[in-house]
């Protein structure tokens, strides 16, 4: 009697077999279910058996994960791809502009000799750089410095030159980052939420991904306005209210040499006066 070989099907999965075949823990998958991200198993009698489909849907949620896409989201794209409002590879496309650079700025390395021109010799001034992260000490075979932000370190040093120290600065950069990071987010979440009514158009990915490339230059042009604008309204409250003193008025001696601060006002004073300090 010849043998029989038994057909396997292969595309039929239990739950510990899909987990497995997506390398994903069984309680992931249950979470997906539970987000409506997954589709239901069949089932027979007590066992769920899942197909082919339902791997190829893990495959493209990690996918999208991949390109920083929350499961939210995700699932939001599943329910109009699934009522034809959404083509996948146009989602994919708008994925792709969220993630593209706002700025051409790399990294750099220096190496120990080009980091001290940049820095014009200054004793102290790498190693606060170092300290406050604005450069990133490599060791190798000859000591290099990453540099991740040269756009930031040119500013930092200007600020230096201009009597912001480097901890100062950095600090300011800190806060700045932090509220701007939370009107970024505000930011996008506006938009996103008036996608179709307001914002691009027709909501389309196509008419997203368009708006998201005006945003970039556009974006950083509104920022630096509306910076300059606050920063020009607070300096003048601190002004009115007296936070900001009013810097007293150099005297000089008739040999050009500044005088001592007592002397100067006594100066001024005098010639207020209309008579000469007694010496």
Do not use: C
């Amino acid at each position: 009697m010849a043998d029989q070989t038994e057909t396997v099907d292969i595309s039929v999965f239990t739950v510990d077999e899909l987990a497995a075949a997506a390398g994903l823990p069984v309680r992931t998958l249950r979470h997906y279910q539970s987000e409506k991200l997954l589709p239901a198993p069949e089932r027979q009698g007590r066992i769920a058996l899942y197909q082919a489909e339902h791997l190829e849907r893990l495959q493209l949620i990690a996918r999208l994960q991949d390109r920083g896409l929350k499961l939210s989201a995700i699932r939001d794209a599943f329910k109009r791809i699934e009522k034809g409002e959404l083509w996948l590879d146009d989602w994919l496309g708008v994925g792709d502009e969220l993630r593209a650079p706002w700025s051409e700025e790399r990294p750099i390395v220096l190496s120990d000799a080009e980091l001290a021109d940049r820095v014009e010799h200054r004793a102290g001034v790498v190693a606060a750089l170092t300290e406050a992260g604005v450069v990133r000490r490599q060791q190798g075979l000859s000591d290099t410095y990453l540099v991740p932000s040269p756009a930031a370190l040119d500013i930092t040093l200007e600020l230096d030159s201009a009597g912001v120290d480097i901890d100062t600065a950095t600090e300011a950069a800190g806060i700045m980052r932090k509220h701007l990071k939370r009107a970024s987010e505000e930011l996008l979440e506006h938009f996103m939420a008036r996608a179709g009514a307001g914002f691009a158009r027709r909501g389309t990915a196509e008419d997203i991904a368009e708006a998201l490339k005006a945003l970039r230059p556009l974006g950083a042009r509104a920022i630096q306005l509306v910076f300059t604008q606050e920063i020009e309204r607070s300096m003048r409250e601190a002004a009115e209210q007296g936070r900001i003193p009013p810097s007293p008025p150099a005297v000089n001696d008739t040999d050009g040499q500044d005088r001592p601060d007592g002397d100067a006002a006594a100066d001024v004073t005098a010639a207020q006066a209309g008579s000469t300090p007694a010496r």
